[in-house]
């Protein structure tokens, strides 16, 4: 019997200040958070470093006896490949609960001996690997170049002179540094990306204007933290098969479906990338495009991990970045999900009693609960049929080829037959019924008139 051959195991450690302004909660939830975002980026995590401190250091973030600590323990569990020892870690990567400087990077990094990763690289790096759309790839490179940029100072001081300067042109002038070069290049790169993000986002409204020329469509998107079962969500209340894992970050591209089944007016659900704490600023600038599926919304449907027992910090992170891509206007329902994880039907009901008290709107449920799922479709088709009016439309025996436009945007309520034609009474869009009554006024050709 062929051995089944396993991936390799890539080993890090997590190493984090706590400032005194941090709670132990807090310090302890954003230490969970990254080591969830290590493992979405396929690193296992072997022992986390914490130290509390005044402030950062300037030179290399921890202290110095903090980085002597960690050097040790990346030494001791190095691979001895003479020895074979196949126990052994071999620790490849530290990464920082924090932003840090390219200048702290570089120490830190020639200090501890492996990779060094902060916050931000982290994120970046499975923003990377997980894009799949044209407009996401770009922003994420956006965002990367951007984020590059400032540390080829640092990464050329690592080459040493052969990489610092070239000659100018014939022998005249200091010439162009390597970083310079870089940096120009960079610049170029983020210009052309730009350009193109602008010519995605003419194109994406363009599709859009052109989708609501032909229907009234009415938008809900579901926002919230990364994690919170909004993929799950999304399977439940559009019958779709849509990837779902239980990774941050697991889906970054933003997914459209409609609502199943299928209502008057007909509504379209969109997930959106999750939101995490501290996301760079450069992020929520680059994935506005992705999130503008809120902006464009009716209504927001705010999913909240109900079994975390962090999710007020989580809940805070959602209604800032909201607030950052102007979108906290937008009508919004509280949905605490996953209340199913939160513990026995006792616990489930004190859970959900006191969410209640808290948040009197919200909605408590468990996404995998097909009942409670059917209660929140009928809400959402609520939102969206409270301006709806019922008008009466006559249509001729002459136009019947209208009855399929009429059933597809409006409810039909009653249809009764007389000796003319048929009298609808129809519920529905304002707009939608003006429209139809606008199609039933204009002259209508005969075959006479298409003779020649």
Sequence with gaps: MQSEIKAPVIHAVVAAVQLPSVSDMEFESSLNE????????????????????????????????????????????AVDEAALD???LNIEALLVDHDIS??????????????????????????????RSRAARAQVEIARLGYMAPRLREAAKLAGPQGRQRSGA?????????????????????????????????????????????????????????????STMMRALTGSEVLVANKLFATLDTTVRALHPESVPRVLVSDTVGFI???????????????????????LLHVIDASDAGFERQLDVTDQVLAEIEADTVP????????????DAAAQAECTAALKRKYPDCIVMSA????????????????????LVVAELF??????????????????????????????????????????????????????????
């Design 332 to 343: 919004k329902i509280r949905v605490f999900n996953k209340i199913d994880d939160v513990g």
């Design 34 to 77: 990254l080591r969830e975002l290590a493992k979405t980026l396929g690193y296992t995590i072997v022992h986390t470093f914490v130290q509390k401190r005044a402030g950062f250091d300037m030179t290399g973030y921890l202290g110095i006896g903090k980085r002597e600590e960690i050097r040790a323990y990346v030494r001791s569990h």
């Design 277 to 299: 704490k501290n996301l760079p600023h450069g992020l929520v600038a680059s994935f506005k495009s992705t999130l503008d599926e809120a902006l464009d919304a009716a209504l």
């Design 86 to 88: 196949v126990d052994a």
């Design 102 to 131: 390219p200048s702290q990077a570089r120490n830190l990094e020639i200090e501890v001996g492996c990779e060094v990763m902060d916050r931000t690289m982290v994120i970046l790096e499975i923003f990377h690997r997980n894009a």
């Design 170 to 230: 014939g022998g005249r002038g200091a010439g162009e540094s390597h970083t310079e070069l870089d940096r120009r290049k960079i610049r170029d790169r983020i210009a052309e990306l730009q350009q193109e993000i602008v010519i995605m986002d003419g194109e994406r409204r363009t599709q859009r204007a052109r989708r609501q020329e032909r229907q009234t469509l009415a938008n809900v998107a579901l926002v919230g933290y990364t994690n919170a079962g909004k």
């Design 395 to 452: 249509l001729p025996w002459s136009a019947q080829q209208l009855r399929g436009n009429l059933y597809n945007s409006c409810q039909v309520l009653e249809e009764r037959s007389e000796e003319a034609g048929t009298v609808f009474t129809l519920r529905g869009a304002a707009n939608d019924i003006q429209r139809l009554r606008d199609q039933l006024s204009r002259p209508s050709s005969t075959p006479a008139d298409n003779a020649d």
């Design 368 to 387: 995998r609960r097909p009942a409670e799922v059917a209660a929140l479709r009928q809400i959402i088709v609520d939102f969206f049929q409270q301006n």
